[in-house]
Every structure is written in structure tokens, then in C-alpha cells.
């Protein structure tokens, strides 16, 4: 009896024992997955916007250790947790983001009720918008503003409405939207944020006064020292756009030496050589930019940096050869970049300008009033340049002056010359001929 109740003991021990190691082993897993995201989240993303090659071995090492997790301990009380990691780090990754879509929509509907809920569907709205499909965004992020359960993700969900109607440029609405969360979350975490994109959405419409306005009163806040900095990055923009080159220089170099992220390094030097192209160091711009293209090839970077480098050639230094040569590399770069298509269209105008230049062409009176009508069209409606439209259709009535004149003086050589006088052009061609005995000219030969 006595041996009995020692086995049941040490089997009671061992049970235990066992149960312990277990919860040990999955509460390390998970720990460790924890430590893995945190690691991955900390670094700094790459000048492409991208996670780097060890945060992404980290998202991969978090989830392996979630899925091992999911696996052994389908029913522990933290599998919510583990999930909603593993999807977060999928989505991190940057590598399929209709994957973590997946695992997101796993996620709640094996969690529907949990803490973590809210935070999915943003980040399911987030994949919608980037993947383009805008109405189910914008209806998710709805329901959860509808939803007073989830008030506090209330200003969450405003600030990234708004960052979704300033990228469609819906910007009065962005603003109201911006001016709604200024005044009814004053105590929220996105109270600075949401200062720094309603000054991003005057900046974009081109309210720069305003746009500047905002950002100086975010500065002189307690706001986080990255929120200040993208600030003084969105002023540096402002001066440049109201042509304050000397201003905008300043403050770039500046943030040049404060900057601590990686991502915005190339932002900063891709606006630097901006400003040299205002200040007309061309020289310098051009070496800026040619690096910002070496060094992030196939990318959006690169074809923004092809973008700018093709203008400078065009607008500034009228070197039309090299202009459409950068112009076609936006595409070649990155055939969906922001700039391809208006890169396409600048290129057709100065392959346009080409040929009208051409010396060696034989066009007619009524061509060439076709082409320089077109040409200006080019100026009007493709690159928005009023000023040299205007210009060409201002050259078109003088034209006619000159061909007119040109005309009646032919005829009057023409008649000349059937009544045997030669004209004074000729004539010191003929003078010109006499003297060279290879080289003689009758009047019956011209």
C-alpha cells in the first residue's frame, strides 16, 4: 500500500514536471518570438522604404517560432498573441502582402473577440489601400469608427484616413478630417502626427504659406524628436517650392547631420540636388542624382532621380539629347513609378522639339505651321508651360511676314533672270568661279 501511494506520488511529480517544461518551452518560444519582432522593428528601413536583410531574418526567425507555437499549442491562452505576431511580421516582411492579408483574416476569425481585433482590421484596411482596393479601406476603417467598443483606436483611425485622402489628393477633406482629431483627441498619440500631415496636406496643394505656418508651430511643441524632424524636412520642401533656395540648402544640410534614419538619407539628397538645380549648380546636382540612381537601381528612388536629372537637362540646360535619354529611364527604372507617365509625355515634347530644329528638313508653309501649332499644344497641355506656348504661337505671324517677303524676292530674281540680269548673290558667286580654271560657270549652267 505504501509502495503504491510513492508511485502515484512520482507519477503525480513526473506529470508535473512535464507540464512545467512544457509551459516553460512554449512561454520561452513565444518570449523569444517577442524579442525577434522587436529586434526586426527597431532597425532602420532601407533608402527603398524596405526592411533590411537582418530584420528580415528576424521576422522569419519570429514566425517560425509563432507557427511552432500554433502547432504544439493550438488552445494555450496566448496563441492570439502568437498569431497576430506571426501575421504582423509577414506583413513587416514587405514580401506578400496579400499573405498577411490572409493571416490577418485567420486571425480574426479564430480571435474574433480579441484585444487584438481592432488592430487587424487597420492593418487589413492598410494592405486594401496599398493593394487598391480603396472602398473596402475606407469601409473597414468606418465600421471601426462607428464601433464605440473601439473608441480608443478612434484617433487612429482618423489619422490614417487622413493619410489616405492626402495620397488621393483629396486634401479638404484630409484637413477636416486632421482638424477633427486636433480638436477631439488633444490628449491622443496622434495629436503630433496629425499636425505634421495637415501640414503635408497644404504642402501638397500647394498652400505653402499655410503649409509653413503649421510646421513652425510643431516645432516649438514637445513633439517626439522624429515627428520634428520630418517638420523641418516638410519646411525644407516649402522653401523650395517658393524658391527660397538659400533657405531650403540651409535647412537640408542640416537635417543631413541630425538624421539618424537610413530611409531618409536618399529623401534629403534627392531634394539637395533639387535645390542645386534652383541654384544652378548644375554640376553638383547632377552628380547627386546620377548617385541616387547607381545606388538604388530598379526602384521608385532611382526612377524619381531619372525624373529630376532628365528635367535639369531639358528646362535648364537645353540639352535635349540627354533629357530623353533620362526621360525613358524613368520607365526602365520602375515601370509603375509616380513619374513614368508624365516622363513618357516630356520626352514626345523634346523628341518634338528636335525635329522642329532640324536644319535639313524640306517642310512646307502649312507643315510647319502644323508642327509649331503642335509644339505649343506640347507646351500647354503636356508640360504646363503657358509662357512657351505662348511664345511659339506669338512666332507664327511674323513668320508669315518673312516667308512673304521671301517670296516676292525670288520672283523678282526669277524674273531677273529670265531677262538675262543676273542678281548681286550671284554674281559674286560667278566672280568666285572665274578665278578657279577647273571651275567655270556659264549663265545657261546656273
Same mark, same amino acid.
Given at each position: 500500500?505504501?509502495?503504491?501511494?510513492?508511485?502515484?506520488?512520482?507519477?503525480?511529480?513526473?506529470?508535473?514536471?512535464?507540464?512545467?517544461?512544457?509551459?516553460?518551452?512554449?512561454?520561452?518560444?513565444?518570449?523569444?518570438?517577442?524579442?525577434?519582432?522587436?529586434?526586426?522593428?527597431?532597425?532602420?528601413?532601407?533608402?527603398?522604404?524596405?526592411?533590411?536583410?537582418?530584420?528580415?531574418?528576424?521576422?522569419?526567425?519570429?514566425?517560425?517560432?509563432?507557427?511552432?507555437?500554433?502547432?504544439?499549442?493550438?488552445?494555450?491562452?496566448?496563441?492570439?498573441?502568437?498569431?497576430?505576431?506571426?501575421?504582423?511580421?509577414?506583413?513587416?516582411?514587405?514580401?506578400?502582402?496579400?499573405?498577411?492579408?490572409?493571416?490577418?483574416?485567420?486571425?480574426?476569425?479564430?480571435?474574433?473577440?480579441?484585444?487584438?481585433?481592432?488592430?487587424?482590421?487597420?492593418?487589413?484596411?492598410?494592405?486594401?489601400?496599398?493593394?487598391?482596393?480603396?472602398?473596402?479601406?475606407?469601409?473597414?476603417?468606418?465600421?471601426?469608427?462607428?464601433?464605440?467598443?473601439?473608441?480608443?483606436?478612434?484617433?487612429?483611425?482618423?489619422?490614417?484616413?487622413?493619410?489616405?485622402?492626402?495620397?488621393?489628393?483629396?486634401?479638404?477633406?484630409?484637413?477636416?478630417?486632421?482638424?477633427?482629431?486636433?480638436?477631439?483627441?488633444?490628449?491622443?498619440?496622434?495629436?503630433?502626427?496629425?499636425?505634421?500631415?495637415?501640414?503635408?496636406?497644404?504642402?501638397?496643394?500647394?498652400?505653402?504659406?499655410? +503649409? /509653413?505656418?503649421?510646421? %513652425? #508651430?510643431?516645432? $516649438?511643441?514637445?513633439?517626439?524628436?522624429?515627428? !520634428? @524632424?520630418?517638420?523641418?524636412?516638410?519646411?525644407?520642401?516649402?522653401?523650395?517650392?517658393?524658391?527660397?533656395?538659400?533657405?531650403?540648402?540651409?535647412?537640408?544640410?542640416?537635417?543631413?547631420?541630425?538624421?539618424?534614419?537610413?530611409?531618409?538619407?536618399?529623401?534629403?539628397?534627392?531634394?539637395?540636388?533639387?535645390?542645386?538645380?534652383?541654384?544652378?549648380?548644375?554640376?553638383?546636382?547632377?552628380?547627386?542624382?546620377?548617385?541616387?540612381?547607381?545606388?538604388?537601381?530598379?526602384?521608385?528612388?532611382?526612377?524619381?532621380?531619372?525624373?529630376?536629372?532628365?528635367?535639369?537637362?531639358?528646362?535648364?540646360?537645353?540639352?535635349?539629347?540627354?533629357?530623353?535619354?533620362?526621360?525613358?529611364?524613368?520607365?526602365?527604372?520602375?515601370?509603375?513609378?509616380?513619374?513614368?507617365?508624365?516622363?513618357?509625355?516630356?520626352?514626345?515634347?523634346?523628341?518634338?522639339?528636335?525635329?522642329? +530644329? /532640324?536644319?535639313?528638313? %524640306? #517642310?512646307?508653309? $502649312?507643315?510647319?505651321?502644323?508642327?509649331?501649332? !503642335? @509644339?505649343?499644344?506640347?507646351?500647354?497641355?503636356?508640360?504646363?508651360?503657358?509662357?512657351?506656348?505662348?511664345?511659339?504661337?506669338?512666332?507664327?505671324?511674323?513668320?508669315?511676314?518673312?516667308?512673304?517677303?521671301?517670296?516676292?524676292?525670288?520672283?523678282?530674281?526669277?524674273?531677273?533672270?529670265?531677262?538675262?540680269?543676273?542678281?548681286?548673290?550671284?554674281?559674286?558667286?560667278?566672280?568666285?568661279?572665274?578665278?578657279?580654271?577647273?571651275?567655270?560657270?556659264?549663265?545657261?549652267?546656273?
Amino acid at each position: 500500500m505504501h509502495n503504491s501511494g510513492t508511485i502515484k506520488f512520482k507519477l503525480f511529480l513526473l506529470l508535473l514536471i512535464l507540464l512545467l517544461t512544457s509551459s516553460c518551452v512554449y512561454f520561452n518560444t513565444f518570449y523569444n518570438a517577442k524579442k525577434y519582432f522587436e529586434s526586426a522593428q527597431s532597425q532602420p528601413l532601407r533608402e527603398t522604404g524596405r526592411p533590411t536583410p537582418r530584420a528580415i531574418q528576424d521576422y522569419d526567425r519570429v514566425i517560425e517560432r509563432c507557427t511552432y507555437i500554433l502547432t504544439e499549442y493550438p488552445e494555450s491562452k496566448w496563441a492570439d498573441n502568437a498569431l497576430f505576431l506571426l501575421a504582423r511580421s509577414v506583413y513587416y516582411k514587405r514580401q506578400n502582402l496579400l499573405q498577411a492579408r490572409e493571416r490577418f483574416n485567420d486571425f480574426l476569425r479564430a480571435f474574433p473577440q480579441s484585444e487584438f481585433a481592432p488592430e487587424a482590421n487597420i492593418y487589413i484596411s492598410k494592405i486594401d489601400y496599398e493593394t487598391g482596393n480603396k472602398q473596402e479601406a475606407y469601409r473597414r476603417l468606418q465600421e471601426i469608427s462607428g464601433n464605440k467598443v473601439y473608441i480608443s483606436y478612434h484617433p487612429r483611425v482618423l489619422l490614417l484616413k487622413s493619410e489616405f485622402r492626402i495620397k488621393d489628393k483629396d486634401f479638404t477633406v484630409a484637413q477636416n478630417i486632421l482638424q477633427r482629431l486636433i480638436d477631439q483627441y488633444p490628449k491622443a498619440d496622434e495629436f503630433e502626427q496629425a499636425y505634421l500631415n495637415l501640414g503635408i496636406s497644404y504642402l501638397d496643394n500647394k498652400e505653402y504659406e499655410m +503649409s /509653413r505656418e503649421i510646421f %513652425s #508651430l510643431l516645432l $516649438r511643441t514637445r513633439a517626439p524628436r522624429r515627428t !520634428k @524632424l520630418n517638420a523641418r524636412f516638410y519646411m525644407a520642401m516649402n522653401y523650395y517650392y517658393l524658391k527660397s533656395y538659400n533657405e531650403a540648402h540651409d535647412m537640408v544640410t542640416r537635417l543631413i547631420r541630425d538624421e539618424y534614419e537610413t530611409a531618409m538619407f536618399t529623401r534629403l539628397n534627392m531634394l539637395l540636388a533639387r535645390i542645386m538645380i534652383g541654384k544652378k549648380e548644375f554640376t553638383e546636382a547632377e552628380t547627386i542624382l546620377k548617385l541616387i540612381i547607381e545606388n538604388n537601381r530598379r526602384t521608385a528612388v532611382a526612377a524619381e532621380a531619372s525624373f529630376h536629372l532628365a528635367e535639369m537637362y531639358f528646362l535648364s540646360l537645353l540639352d535635349y539629347g540627354k533629357a530623353i535619354e533620362y526621360y525613358n529611364r524613368v520607365q526602365a527604372e520602375l515601370r509603375t513609378s509616380e513619374f513614368a507617365d508624365q516622363a513618357v509625355a516630356r520626352s514626345a515634347v523634346v523628341s518634338q522639339i528636335v525635329q522642329f +530644329s /532640324r536644319q535639313d528638313r %524640306s #517642310l512646307s508653309a $502649312r507643315e510647319l505651321i502644323d508642327e509649331q501649332f !503642335k @509644339l505649343a499644344e506640347y507646351y500647354l497641355y503636356v508640360m504646363n508651360m503657358p509662357d512657351s506656348a505662348l511664345s511659339v504661337y506669338r512666332s507664327i505671324e511674323p513668320q508669315k511676314t518673312r516667308m512673304v517677303n521671301r517670296r516676292d524676292t525670288l520672283l523678282i530674281q526669277l524674273a531677273d533672270l529670265k531677262m538675262g540680269v543676273l542678281p548681286e548673290s550671284l554674281k559674286e558667286h560667278e566672280v568666285e568661279s572665274e578665278s578657279d580654271d577647273e571651275s567655270s560657270y556659264g549663265l545657261d549652267e546656273i
